[in-house]
């Protein structure tokens, strides 16, 4: 993947907002022109910078499907946290293995496969008091929604639109969905046509967050 976008949220259920990655000159211009302003105050050498607060997840996962259905053994979720601002280095990096994942209900016909995901999240690379990574959350597999599409070709998949499928997520227990990346298997990503509907083919498939989620 080339590219992280922080862009308005793209959300399944209920709205909000967010930001994406590739989309935040306006932002950086507006904090450019406040570091302008405060640039004309002696700076204090006494005084200690802050680290950055983060501000949005990117997740990636890895979950094996085997007879239509999540296996544990081998599941795996990233979670990089970064802060505000265009282009913003991430602030860590945290993989966290499933202790379970189970099939349940899918919350809208476009998601084909809908998983409930608990975590390990004893990784402790992100262990700060100001970045918890989220011990479940509920991934799924669907068709790729519109605003993923137009966004392929700066993510490094532009010849791949009829062969990824879209990447969803909850992160408050299915209240909120976000439609926020692709999903595939490795023939998937070597271009092989998506077939749609329930269920998905067996296989390991690999979730590649495109949007940033806002940390909450």
């Known amino acids: 993947m080339n590219s992280l976008f922080r862009a308005s949220a ?3 259920v209920t709205a909000g907002c967010a930001a994406t990655k590739g989309d935040l000159a306006a ?4 904090t450019g022109n406040q570091s302008e302003l405060d640039s004309a105050t002696p700076p204090d050498d006494t005084a200690i910078t802050p680290a950055p607060d983060p501000a949005w997840w990117s997740i990636v ?3 094996p ?3 239509t259905n999540p296996v544990t053994e081998g599941t795996t979720v990233s979670f990089t946290a970064y802060p505000d601002g265009a282009d913003a280095a991430p602030l860590c990096t945290a993989t966290s293995p499933a202790v379970s994942i189970t099939a349940e209900v899918a919350p809208d016909a476009t998601i084909y496969a809908w998983w409930s995901t608990a975590l390990d999240i004893s990784d402790g690379a992100c262990d700060t008091e100001d970045i918890e990574i989220p011990t479940a959350l509920y991934l799924g597999i669907g068709a790729l929604d519109p605003n993923i599409v137009a966004v392929l070709g700066d993510a490094g998949y532009a010849e791949l639109t009829s062969s990824l499928y879209g990447a969803y997520v909850s992160l408050d227990g299915g209240g909120t969905v976000y439609t926020f990346g692709v ?3 490795a023939s998937s990503y070597e271009g092989e046509p998506v077939t749609d509907g329930d269920p998905i083919p067996d296989g390991t498939w690999q979730i590649e967050g495109i949007y940033l989620l806002p940390i909450e």
């Open 61 to 63: 996962a890895t979950v």
């Open 10 to 12: 793209l959300f399944l």
């Open 27 to 30: 932002l950086g211009e507006e």
């Open 65 to 67: 499907v085997a007879g």
């Open 183 to 185: 999903a595939g298997t």
